[in-house]
Structures are given as C-alpha cells and as structure tokens.
C-alpha cells in the first residue's frame, strides 16, 4: 500500500534521508523507530508529498502526488496545527467537503465521541489544549478513512484514554485491512500490535524486519538498542551491521 | 573573557561564518549592498539636476508620525505584557547564572541595539526619496541612527511602564493619564488649526514647529534631534539628542536598580515573544493562535467542495477574526494613510497619492492573507485536488478582501479629493489587481526556491521582485499620465498599470502552477 523506492532528500549538502526503500502492506502495522535526528520525520514528510525528494512513493497503485494518492492517504503530524478560527466541528465539515465525502456527519460524531471532543464541538482551534488539538488532528486524519495512514509521534500529548483509543483505532484499521506507519520513540506502546520495524540511523534504514524474525524471548526495545545501542554504534552503523 | 562578551563575539562569528557557508545568503548579502551603493549614486546623480526641494516640514512630520507609531506600539506593550530585548535562551542560561543584573541588563541593551538596527535597515533605502527634499545620505545616515535611538528608548519604556504598572489597574490608569496629558495639547492644537480652516500643508507646518509638538517624548525629541543634526544647528541636536541619551540611562538605572530583579518585567514579553517564535515555526497562523481574545462563535459552517472548501473556511475564519468581517487592523490602517494623505493633498492631489502610498504597504501585509498562510499547514498538501485549484482557491480570499477594502479605502479618499468615479474605479481595480500580482510573485518565489530559504531573505528577493516586475507597466503609465493631461491621464495610466498587473499576475500564477508539487512545506522559517 505505502511503497518507498531509493527516496533521497538532501536539505543543501546535507543527506537527511539516505536513498530508503520500503514498503507497507494491506493490513500492515508498521513501525519507524529511531534516534533523534535519524530524518524519520523527513522520511514521513516526503511520503506525505510535504517535501520534495529524490525517488519514488507510491501510495496504493497511484503515485504520491496525484489526487488519488491523497484520497486514500492519512497524516497525522507531528505538531498538531489546527486553523485557529474554526470550530471543531468546522474542522470536521472542512476535512469532509474538501475530501468530498457523503454521509460523514455519524463518522465525525463518532469520532469526536471517541476522542472526547464531542462536548467541545463548539471550541475554536485556538482554544484546544495541546492534546485537543492533537485529538482534533487525529479525526482529521480518520474522517476520509484513508486506507494508508502514516502517524508521526501520534501518542504525544495525548491522555491516557485517547492513547488507548488511538491504540485500539489503529488496532482496527490494521484487522480492516489498512496500511498503518507509526514514527515513534515510546516503543512500549506499539509493542503489542506491530508487524514490521524500520529502525532507522543517520538517514539510512539499517534494519527492517518482520515481528517473526525476532530471536526467542527478544523485545522489540532490545532489538531497537541492539542496533541503535551505544555510541559506537551511532557513530558507525554500517560497522555494527557487519 | 567575560561570559557575556563571549557570547557576543561567539554569535558574531558564527553569523558570519554562517553567510559564508551558504553561499546564497551571501550573495543575497553582497546584492544588498550593491543595491544600496546603486541608489545612492543614483541620489547623488538625480541631486544635481533637481532645480527646487519639496519643504522639509513634510518631511519632518512623516518622521514623527513613524517615530510616535513605534513609540505608542511599544508603550501599548508596556500595559499588556511587557517588551523584551532578551531571548527564551538569556533567560533559562544567563538570569541564572551568578552574573550581575546589571550587566546583563547592558547586554540586553546591545541586543535590543541590534534589533533596532534591523528594523530601522529600511530608512537606508530611502536615499532616493529623501533627495526630493535636499537630504543627501549622510541625512538618511542621521535618520537612520536617530531611529535607531529612538527605538531603544521605546523598548525601555515599554519595559519600565510594565515594571511600574504591572498587576495595579490604579497604576495603569495614571500611567495613561499621563501618557494622554503629554499628547492633548498636541491634539487640542491640531484641532484648533482644523477648525480655524488653515490649508492642510500650513497646519503641517505649523504643527511640527510646535513646543507641545516637539516636546512629545522619544517622538518629538526624535524628530528634532534628526532636523537639527541635519539642517546645522547643533545647539538643538545638543540638547534633543542628550534628552534621548539621558533617558535611557536614567530608564536603565531604573530597571536595574529596582527593588527586585527586573527579570519578572522582561520574563512574560520573553515567553510570549518565544511561543510566538515556536508557533510560528510549526504553523504561521501564530498571531491567531496566541491572542487570548475571546471570539463569540455564532454561526458555524463551511461552504464549498473540493478545493473550494478551503476558500469558504478562510472566510468563516475571516469573520470570526474581525468584528466588521473583512475589514481588519490593516484596513483602518490604509484607510487612515489615506485619510491623511488625502486630506494634506485635497487642493490639487488625485488619488493616485493614497493608492502610491497604500500600494507600498501591501507589500508587507499582503503575506497576512490566509492564502499565504495556508501554505504553512499540511491540510493543503493532503486535499485530494488539483495543486493549482487549490492555489487558486486559497487566495480567492485575500482578493475578495482587496475588493472591500479597496471600494471603503479609494472611496472615501475619493470623496475628500473630488476624485470623478472613472478614477476612484480605476484605483480600485489597480489596487486589487497589484494584490493578485504579489500573491502571484509570492506563489512563484516560493516555487522557484522551493521555500528552503530564510523568510527574511525570502520577503527581500519578494520585495525587489515586485519592484522589478511592477517597472514594465508603471513606465507606459507614467508617461501616459504626463502626456494627457488631467484626471483623464491618470484614469488612462491607471488602466495601463491594471492591465499589466493582469497581465504579470496571470503569468506568475502559471509559472508557480506545481507549487504544491515540487516544494518543501516550510517549516521552522523563522532561523
């Protein structure tokens, strides 16, 4: 569903994303971890189509910057960034006229419902509290059903009840058949449900994997510093590999 | 070497050795320079040739009137939250530190020197206009430096005003009577000369000559101090100069040497100034989202479908933002420029004055539009629409707003000149169709240079670019406008102008059509 080939971003002289290959299926979990400044959030941006890049993204059998690529695509960013004027309920009406969806006024009601924002429909964006906002964010993203949802640190900000209720949504979607990306550094709260890993350094994926490649008994936390682990790794990802 | 110097020197190494290490910046840099030697040997050149100067009073109240917007700025920010020439930075690593306030006090001092320096930058470009009145540069130079001083001085008395007033509405209170008691005799005066009907360029000049005038603090010093250093008379530079001099040291010593630290004065401006940084770096509709005023909402909704959602959600933003719909800050701002300039110019002026003068500052606010905003949020991105639809409808609403402004601006300063309707309407549409032509330059500045560029740098390539591209069509209209004459020249030069801002925009618009295709979402613009 989500296909990466040889993707390159340079910002000037400097290689944020490192020719990256990979590929998310239908009903797929995946997960992108990394240190900071491994250029997970440049990698998610270009898949995005908010960045310009060397390569090729496919979302679906469409490439990413045409129209039908965007239909079936979901973003959540990283910075929730509401329109601070408008309601959330507006915010709703925006997303769904804009997509030109029909009969989303039960889906939106029941995501504002989820999300605890159903009392708050009247609320500008202006404002929503950090975690509000992030909420908002997220039924943005979910109200046009995308069948590929790319999430950048989703669970920042949010409460303990909209983490279980993302967790859970993100849960269905992946039963219901969607691609689901998830850049993250808590790796405790994609632990239960993830299918493959992309752990990347230095703008490079070093390893992906699939959950079933795992050794008996090992984490995905412990594979994470086994890559990652200490600063010789960091400095030499290549070395550790070999 | 002392903590505080270091990190002066540090930041200057490191800013030129930033300029060096991108060479695009540089080259920005040294085209800069270039362009301001370019101008002021064209001043000198066109100096020579002009038989007779424009008077200087003029010149003398368009500076007063800038210094005392600065000034009233900053003293409005001495009530609410405070000003500060200190960084989120300064506070969390220097207030801590076991170095005297009083020394960071004068590094803040240094800072807010430089800041100054920055926002005064533009004056050096006015070398060209101020030779109209016999100012060659070593008055722009005067100017320059004035303001420079001046603007300090405004910054600390924002600062003192909050320190003094901060949670005591008695205080507050006084401290506006006594701002008031300083500027109604001006007023009263400026009311009296109205009411006597004395032609508009004798109230001028009688205004600015005036003791209740001159004596305005940091504005009328200002203005003095300038006037005098530049005509000769070093006794009135002397002491007008010296007040501004000796009030900020007295401001300073007062801030510093309060019962407490000053560093809860400066503390409140300082986070704000740094969320506003940081809200604006993840998303520009910063200003938006940090005022706390409360919005009524009442009706709710948006229209449209596909990309012209985003048109419909701009307006309801629109009306939710301003109290009179599309007429905002900036519209009673043009129309009070325009007031005025219509009002000094009423004998034998056309509206051409006002649309000159409105023209200019639309180049600075035209990147309020939420058109421009837009392009700093991710929705647009997404949307499932064609790049250039979306373009389009996402700056349908700046043009629609142009049109009201330009109907309520150009029509009532129409009506103070006598300005026939063919003209009020040729002004009209010049001034709309100049808004579609920044907004297309913008579109295609962004595209060309993918918006990976600083905004600062990106506003002056947009600011040079307008003046450029304006140049095809203002020279036909200018010669047009001498060759037939009366209102007619104008009406016709109007029109060739129009025609070419069409024209210009339209081109602009298709060469930016895959903007949001081929370019990075800015992010961070404020480095």
Redesign the interface.
């Given at each position: 569903m989500i296909n990466v080939q040889k993707l390159t971003k340079k910002?000037?002289k400097f290689t944020a994303n490192d020719n990256i290959s990979l590929h998310v299926g239908a009903g797929e979990f995946a997960v992108l971890l990394g240190p900071n400044g491994a250029g997970k959030s440049t990698l998610i941006?270009s898949i995005?189509?908010?960045?310009?890049f060397q390569g090729s993204i496919r979302i679906g059998k469409h490439d990413s910057?045409t129209?039908?690529?965007?239909?079936i695509?979901g973003?959540l960013?990283e910075?929730p960034?509401p329109?601070?004027?408008?309601?959330v309920?507006?915010h709703m009406?925006?997303?769904a006229?804009?997509?030109?969806l029909t009969d989303w006024e039960q889906d939106a009601q029941r995501l504002l419902e989820r999300f605890e924002l159903a009392d708050k429909q009247?609320k500008?964006?202006?404002e929503l509290s950090k975690g509000m906002q992030q909420k908002i964010s997220i039924c943005?993203m979910a109200l046009p059903k995308p069948q590929a949802a790319i999430l950048d640190e989703p669970l920042v900000g949010l409460d303990p009840y909209a983490i279980r209720e993302l967790k859970s949504m993100l849960l269905e979607w992946k039963q219901e058949g969607r691609a689901v990306l998830v850049s993250t550094h808590m790796i405790e709260s994609v632990a239960e449900n993830w299918d493959t890993v992309h752990i990347m350094m230095q703008g490079r994926v070093v390893r992906s994997c699939g959950r079933n490649a795992l050794a008996e008994g090992e984490s995905l936390e412990q594979l994470y510093f086994s890559i990652t682990g200490g600063a010789d790794a960091a400095e030499d990802p290549e070395a550790r590999h070999e | 070497m002392n903590s505080l110097l270091y990190i002066v020197t540090r930041e200057m190494k490191n800013t030129l050795l930033e300029l060096v290490r991108?060479p695009a910046r540089l080259i920005l840099v040294l085209l800069l320079v270039a362009f301001l030697v370019a101008m002021i040997l064209v001043s000198m050149f066109t100096g020579s040739m002009m038989e007779e100067y424009a008077d200087l009073f003029l010149l003398k109240g368009i500076f007063f009137a800038f210094l005392l917007l600065f000034t009233l700025i900053a003293v409005r920010s001495g009530f609410t939250a405070g000003n500060t020439f200190f960084g989120m930075e300064d506070v969390n690593l220097l207030f801590v530190s076991p170095v005297s306030a009083g020394k960071i006090l004068v590094y803040g001092l240094a800072r807010s020197m430089s800041r100054a320096f920055l926002m005064g930058f533009f004056i050096l470009f006015q070398t060209n206009s101020l030779r109209l009145f016999g100012v060659g540069f070593g008055g722009v130079l005067i100017f320059f430096f004035v303001f420079m001083l001046s603007l300090v001085l405004s910054f600390l008395c924002s600062v003192a005003i909050y320190r003094r007033t901060n949670g005591s509405e008695r205080r507050k209170v006084t401290a506006a009577a006594i701002i008031a008691a300083i500027l109604v005799p001006a007023a009263v005066y400026a009311v009296l000369l109205l009411l006597r009907g004395d032609p508009p360029m004798q109230i001028l000049a009688r205004l600015v000559d005036a003791p209740s005038v001159r004596g305005i603090p940091v504005a009328g010093w200002g203005m003095e101090g300038a006037m005098a250093l530049i005509t000769g008379d070093w006794g009135t530079a002397v002491i007008f100069i010296g007040l501004i001099v000796f009030f900020i040291a007295v401001l300073a010593v007062f801030i510093a040497n309060g019962r407490s630290e000053y560093y809860e004065d400066v503390l409140a401006a300082t986070e704000t100034a740094f969320e506003r940084r940081r809200a604006l770096e993840?998303?520009v509709?910063a200003s938006?989202?940090?005022d706390g005023k409360k919005?009524r909402?009442a009706k709710?909704?948006?229209?449209?479908?596909?990309?012209s959602?985003?048109f419909?959600?701009h307006i309801?933003?629109?009306l939710?933002?301003n109290r009179f719909g599309m007429f905002n800050r900036i519209t009673v701002i043009y129309l009070l420029v325009a007031v005025a300039a219509s009002f000094f110019t009423r004998e034998n002026g056309s509206c051409v004055l006002p649309l000159q003068i409105i023209m200019w500052m639309q180049v600075i606010y035209i990147g309020q539009g939420h058109g421009v905003k837009e392009l700093y949020?991710?929705?647009i991105?997404?949307?499932?629409?064609?790049p250039f639809r979306k373009l389009l409808w996402s700056n349908l609403e700046t043009a629609v707003r142009s049109l009201v402004e330009g109907i309520l601006v150009f029509g009532v300063a129409g009506a103070i000149l006598r300005d026939p309707p063919l003209l009020i309407i040729g002004a009209v549409v010049t001034y709309v169709l100049f808004s579609l032509l920044l907004i297309a330059v913008n579109c295609l500045f962004l595209r060309w240079t993918?918006m990976?560029v600083n905004a600062g740098i990106l506003f002056l390539l947009y600011y040079l670019a307008a003046i450029f591209i304006m140049l095809p069509g203002a020279i036909p209209a200018v010669i047009m406008g001498y060759t037939v004459a009366g209102d007619a020249g104008i009406t016709l030069a109007l029109g060739i102008l129009s025609l070419w801002e069409l024209i210009a925009a339209l081109v602009c618009f298709a060469l930016s059509r895959g903007i949001l295709?081929?370019?990075?979402?800015p992010a961070g613009r404020l480095r």
């Open positions: 910002y000037g941006k995005c189509g908010l960045l310009r910057h129209t039908e690529a965007k239909r695509l973003y960013p910075m960034a329109y601070p004027m408008l309601t309920s507006e009406e925006f997303i006229r804009a997509y030109r009247k500008l964006g202006k943005c | 991108k993840r998303n509709n938006a989202a940090l919005v909402v709710t909704g948006v229209g449209g479908i596909g990309a959602a985003i419909y959600s309801r933003e629109s939710r933002e949020m991710h929705f991105y997404l949307i499932p629409e064609p993918g990976n295709h081929s370019c990075d979402m």
